[in-house]
């Protein structure tokens, strides 16, 4: 069955860099796009970006642009999520998805806390 399972985050004080990663099992990784998820305290699930299955094309929301850059390797059926000067806004669950064979897939998230 489909699995996703993030790491990588945690406690960074803002200006700060994390790197989170999933790790992808179960599916062709190489055929599907891969997405980042976060939900802060209090708000709905958000769209952070996506990458496309040759990681060619990188899509990300205006409030992270030019911060956040995202990767995979199709050999190690793994996304990246490179997240640098972090802002106490970007403090969130971070969740990995995936529509695969037209079922959403998601991870169980990873905390990421942007505080002073």
């Known amino acids: 069955q489909v699995q996703l399972v993030e790491s990588g985050g945690g406690l960074v004080q803002p200006g700060g860099s994390l790197r989170l990663s999933c790790a992808a099992s179960g599916f062709t990784f190489r055929e599907y796009v891969m997405s980042w998820y976060r939900r802060a305290p209090g708000k709905e699930r958000e769209l952070v970006g996506f990458?496309?299955?040759?990681?060619?094309?990188?899509e990300f929301k205006d409030s992270v642009k030019g911060r956040f850059t995202m990767s995979r390797d199709n050999t190690r059926n793994t996304v990246i999520l490179q997240m640098n000067s972090l802002k106490p806004d970007d403090t969130a669950v971070y969740y990995c998805?995936?529509?695969?064979?037209?079922?959403?897939?998601w991870g169980r998230g990873t905390q990421v806390t942007v505080s002073s």
């Open positions: 990458i496309s299955q040759s990681g060619g094309l990188t």
């Open positions: 998805y995936a529509r695969v064979l037209g079922r959403d897939s």
